[in-house]
């Protein structure tokens, strides 16, 4: 684990904080935070929340066989893992010297204390009995974890269920939940565990003491008490760490405290579990989607106004009565050449004009169109523009002239016409023609 180091600023003020008796989330020197517990859809799946530290307990069963020196008794597993999504600073695929201790811990509390009934879950002395695997993971970090994952480890123990089982010789039989109810835990008692925070503040022996000290506390302190203690005020366990001496009033006095707090903690847990079993019974909503708090965006949430719509039709009736009638028009077709038609006034016309590459072609071309206005030849086909009088008919310079006829609805018309009737009738059109004939043979 690589925690970036507090810079000497930070730990002024964080130290500073401490002997004026002042925590940074304004609780006073003993208290604790908030603790929210949920439970999901399964049994034996729970979410603890101690402050923003979040730990997400599940409980699983199998059936194994026993020890070879207790053929009688089952197996409790605990495991508890600490991933990058909790904290930067956790290495993931190792195993840090905190997580180490931490499974420790958590073993010596409830293992060791013998809060479950671990002779209860022997089905067959020697051969079949169940494993109880607790699976702790760390959500978010911010302090305490041993704390939040004891309480998350008990609760999700008290609310785990178990299949039923029976024996008939040498056959065992486990029945679904649907078959038969699933059968809780035997638990004698629920220990959890309380830290306490020491600041020696240049003083051999400590003088400031904090309850339940968030991620910037532990950062600063000079050593660490847990206890784990049960509602009877049985202790099930204790561990200093730190290097620190304690003195024996200084231990007696973190006891007395432990016992208030493990006394508020247990009476929420069975809280808690007695509200979601009868929640389940009732039928009602449960999981963790029903006990999240729901948190919606609201900046584009617009005020719902109430909308009469008992007299819609009336008022649309006088609305349309009330209104002008539109003004009828009828489109009368517009014939400019034999064999077009225009409905409407329509856009400018721009079909005689020159496309981009047609101009190119022709500038850049050695042939030469000339541009001839009204042209009639002798077939009887007046050629003219179409909607305007500058458009322009190009003419090519072979011996047969091609007239055209641009529709909008068909292809374009080719009308091939001797241009010997044409000749004569306009002989000043053609000079231009033998003007460029002759300087083309020139050149």
């Not at 729901?294 to 009565?321: C, G, H, L, Y």
Request: net charge negative.
């Amino acid at each position: 684990m690589k925690e970036t180091p507090l810079s000497n600023c930070e730990r002024r003020f964080l130290l500073r904080a401490i002997e004026e008796k002042k925590r940074l989330d304004g609780r006073q020197t003993y208290d604790y935070r908030n603790i929210r517990i949920s439970f999901g859809t399964d049994y034996g799946c729970c979410i603890v929340e101690l402050g923003k530290t979040r730990v997400l307990g599940q409980v699983s069963c199998e059936l194994v066989s026993p020890k070879l020196n207790r053929a009688t008794e089952g197996i409790l597993f605990f495991n508890l893992e600490l991933s990058q999504m909790a904290a930067p600073a956790f290495e993931p695929g190792r195993q840090s010297d905190l997580l180490v201790k931490l499974n420790r811990l958590m073993e010596r509390c409830l293992r060791n204390s013998k809060c479950i009934d671990t002779e209860s879950l022997c089905v067959v002395a020697g051969e079949k009995v169940w494993q109880i695997r607790v699976d702790l993971h760390l959500l978010n970090h911010d302090g305490n974890i041993i704390d939040a994952a004891s309480i998350a480890a008990i609760v999700a123990l008290c609310h785990f269920r178990r299949p039923d089982v029976s024996v008939q010789g040498d056959e065992v039989t486990l029945y679904t939940p649907e078959e038969r109810d699933p059968v809780p835990l035997s638990i004698h008692h629920m220990p959890i565990c309380v830290s306490f925070a020491f600041f020696q503040q240049g003083d051999p022996n400590p003088t400031y003491l904090l309850v339940d000290p968030n991620e910037r506390e532990e950062r600063v302190m000079d050593g660490l008490l847990v206890i784990a203690m049960n509602k009877h005020r049985e202790i099930c366990t204790i561990q200093s760490s730190g290097g620190i001496m304690l003195l024996k009033d200084q231990v007696l006095r973190c006891s007395k405290i432990a016992g208030v707090k493990v006394a508020e903690i247990t009476e929420l847990i069975l809280k808690a579990l007695e509200n979601d079993q009868k929640v389940r019974k009732e039928g009602g909503k449960f999981g963790f989607a029903e006990s999240i708090a729901n948190q919606r965006i609201t900046a584009f949430k617009m005020e719902k106004a109430p909308i009469d719509t008992s007299d819609v039709e009336e008022k649309a009736e006088e609305i349309i009565a009330e209104a002008e009638p539109p003004s009828e028009v009828v489109s009368t077709p517009v014939l400019w050449t034999p064999g077009t038609a225009q409905i409407g006034e329509g856009v400018e016309n721009s079909w005689g004009d020159l496309e981009d590459s047609e101009k190119e072609d022709d500038e850049g071309g050695g042939d030469q169109a000339i541009i001839l206005d009204g042209i009639k030849m002798d077939t009887g086909v007046e050629v003219s523009d179409i909607g305007s009088q500058d458009a322009p008919i190009i003419l090519s310079d072979s011996e047969e002239e091609e007239m055209i006829i641009l529709e909008p609805d068909k292809n374009p018309k080719k009308i091939r016409t001797q241009t010997t009737s044409a000749k004569q009738e306009k002989a000043p059109s053609k000079k231009p023609v033998k003007r460029r004939k002759k300087k083309r043979a020139a050149n």
